[in-house]
T-cell receptor, first 110, second 115 residues
Framework: SQKIEQNSEALNIQEGKTATLTCNYT??????LQWYRQDPGRGPVFLLL?????KEKRKERLKVTFDTTLKQSLFHITASQPADSATYLC?????????FGKGTRLSVIA | GAVVSQHPSRVICKSGTSVKIECRSL??????MFWYRQFPKKSLMLMAT?????????EQGVEKDKFLINHASLTLSTLTVTSAHPEDSSFYIC???????????FGEGSRLTVL
């Protein structure tokens, strides 16, 4: 069955550093992969989408890579700020509805 | 991005009652909406896919008679939890799908507590 793993449940980093979150998947060939941010008690907010034929996508301080050989996506936040603290979810999709990983809770410490 | 409005944000009800949650796409037409459920520190679990004008498609293990979904218009989908029990207490989130992209626009979620 499909399996999506986000590298760690929680990640703490120092303000100003680059946060790197990992999303690995097995038994799946997604057409695209998406990253969302979720704050406590709120619905997820879309951040970036990357397609299977794309290697990298950027948006301001965010960067996503997609390696279909490794079956992995990396999500980077450069120059991290305390306001970036949240849970980040990766979601995968081909012909089925979006399937999510459990998320990584990022804490950026000032 | 597009806006999805979900109401109510919080609801507390007694066991055995029914609760309706509304999900509206405010600035786009959502032919397809998805309903998710999320337990604390857990992933979003898809409950059902709601298509405008047709019956919802439920995921395995989700009781369609307990979780009634109606998608009567391109901007409104509702989820009714019938005869709610304490184990139905959870965070329910709806989302609409962008027409030209695969991204989902989520509502703010509804926290249901069944006493």
């Amino acid at each position: 069955s499909q399996k999506i793993e986000q590298n760690s449940e929680a990640l703490n980093i120092q303000e100003g550093k680059t946060a790197t979150l990992t999303c690995n998947y097995t038994n799946y060939s997604p057409a695209y992969l998406q990253w969302y941010r979720q704050d406590p008690g709120r619905g997820p907010v879309f951040l970036l989408l990357i397609r299977e034929n794309e290697k990298e996508k950027r948006k301001e301080r965010l960067k996503v890579t997609f390696d279909t050989t490794l079956k992995q996506s990396l999500f980077h936040i450069t120059a991290s700020q305390p306001a970036d603290s949240a849970t980040y979810l990766c979601g995968l999709r081909r012909n089925t509805p979006l399937v999510f990983g459990k998320g990584t809770r990022l804490s950026v410490i000032a | 991005g597009a806006v999805v409005s979900q109401h109510p944000s919080r609801v507390i009800c007694k066991s055995g009652t029914s609760v309706k949650i509304e999900c509206r796409s405010l600035d786009f037409q959502a032919t397809t909406m998805f309903w998710y459920r999320q337990f604390p520190k857990k992933s979003l679990m898809l409950m059902a896919t709601s298509n405008e004008g047709s019956k919802a498609t439920y995921e395995q293990g989700v009781e369609k008679d307990k979780f009634l979904i109606n998608h009567a218009s391109l901007t409104l989908s509702t989820l009714t939890v019938t005869s709610a029990h304490p184990e139905d207490s959870s965070f329910y989130i709806c989302s609409g799908q962008g027409v030209n992209t695969g991204e989902l626009f989520f509502g703010e979620g509804s926290r249901l507590t069944v006493l």
